[in-house]
């Protein structure tokens, strides 16, 4: 075998193997992705039983708390989700608060396993402070 056919099979197994290990990387990353919406952005045919992010503003009025379960509604300008979480809220979550909530939709119920407020909004997610901004429900600062 000439020293040109032993570089062109060591480049092409090269290649098949970082192929296969981009491959692989790619697919595990796919399994383990959780989707960013807003209320008004959900449809829960298309989402299914995968886990995702909903975020928005605690509508005034809304939270219920009954023990350590929580019920409570994430709305923005066109949209309302009725949230119903189990555990400890944080501290600083209140009515007209930003807040992000991390779950699975169980017979069209959102239930979340992760509730995470926000001091205020210029500590917001910069893709959840643009769809506010869009929406025009954004109370922070225009410019940073």
Do not use: C
């Not at 919406?37 to 995702?52: F, H, K, N, Q, V």
């Not at 379960?69 to 989700?81: K, R, Y």
């Amino acid at each position: 075998m000439s020293p040109k056919s032993k570089r062109l099979l060591l480049f092409g197994i090269s290649a098949a193997f970082l192929l296969s290990a981009a491959g692989l990387t790619l697919s595990a990353l796919k399994e383990n992705i959780v989707y960013f919406y807003t209320p008004s952005e959900l449809d829960i045919l298309e989402i299914g039983a995968r886990s995702i992010r909903v975020g928005g503003l605690v509508q005034k009025n809304s939270i219920i708390i009954d023990g350590l379960t929580a019920n409570f509604i994430i709305e923005d300008s066109e949209s309302q989700l009725k949230v119903s979480y189990t555990g400890a809220l944080p501290d600083i979550f209140r009515d007209g608060q930003g807040v992000i909530a991390e779950g699975k939709f169980y017979n069209s119920a959102f239930k979340a396993d992760v509730v995470m407020a926000k001091h205020d909004e210029q500590y917001m997610p910069r893709e959840v402070a643009e769809k506010l901004k869009e929406q025009g429900v954004w109370q922070g600062e225009e410019s940073r």
